[in-house]
């Protein structure tokens, strides 16, 4: 059993769908008061909507986390509505398929300014806020693709992906000042709406692929985030953690046939 998170003040990015939801559906059910925050405030607003009608805190709000002037006006208002931000979920991102040849700058761009980009914004915009604190936590969604695995069409999401814990450690570094933690989730395929965009053939061979024989769920990364934000987690920081079902493991296609 982990020390309660009631009350503390939560932002996580991407909110609205797929993960994002996950996490805040996991923090809201332990009490914490979550800002949802994603482009579409629609979306936005039902997952808040969910958890509210589940007896939880919750907010929407409309950001586009590649902005800094809108990623600035989230925190601003994470701040107004719950007194501060203790946690940050720094979470939406986007991977669209595209290989090399046929990948554009503009393509390439848009990728790391939404996933990478994004996550240096959102912790730069937390820090005053941190300072004034004397504590936070940031927890990053990375994942297993770029960082360990690779698959074509996604090496402008890869690159993002393993920036993001390039940008950790050293960002661990400088916010340990701050009592401020900052560690990563690094999902394998987790069911969202985002990976049912890949179509059922994609879900099918990557769940035979995985020794545990499922894809995730979005649970499943909402209770890591949830590890890393908790006080049990103090002493960890600048660190990941994989949560795949062991989809990283198998050394060629016999071995996970053998299983
Ligand atoms: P998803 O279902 O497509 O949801 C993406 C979320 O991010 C949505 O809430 C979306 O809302 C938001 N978003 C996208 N661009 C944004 C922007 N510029 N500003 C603010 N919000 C934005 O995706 P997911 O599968 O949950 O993925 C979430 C995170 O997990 C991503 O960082 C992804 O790389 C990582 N991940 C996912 C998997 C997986 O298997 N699903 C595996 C490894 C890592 P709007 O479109 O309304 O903005």
Known sequence: MLT?????????TGGSKGIGKGIAKVFAAKGAKVVVAARGLDDAEATAKEIRHAGGAAIAHAADVSNWESVQALVATAVATFGTVDILCA???VFPQKKIIELSPEDWDQVLDTNLKSTFLCVKACIPVFEKAGKGRV????????PITGYPGWSHYGASKAGQLGFLRTAAMELARYNTT???????????????????????????AIPLKRLGKVEDIGNAALFLASQEASYITGQTIVVDGGQILPESAEAIDSI
């Open 4 to 12: 309660s998170i009631a009350g503390q003040s939560v932002i996580v």
């Open 91 to 93: 979470n939406a991102g």
């Open 139 to 146: 927890v990053v969604t990375s994942s297993i693709t770029g």
């Open 182 to 208: 900052i560690n990563a989730v690094m999902p394998g395929n987790i069911i969202t709406e985002g990976l049912q965009d890949l179509g059922q053939s994609y879900l099918d061979g990557m769940a035979k």
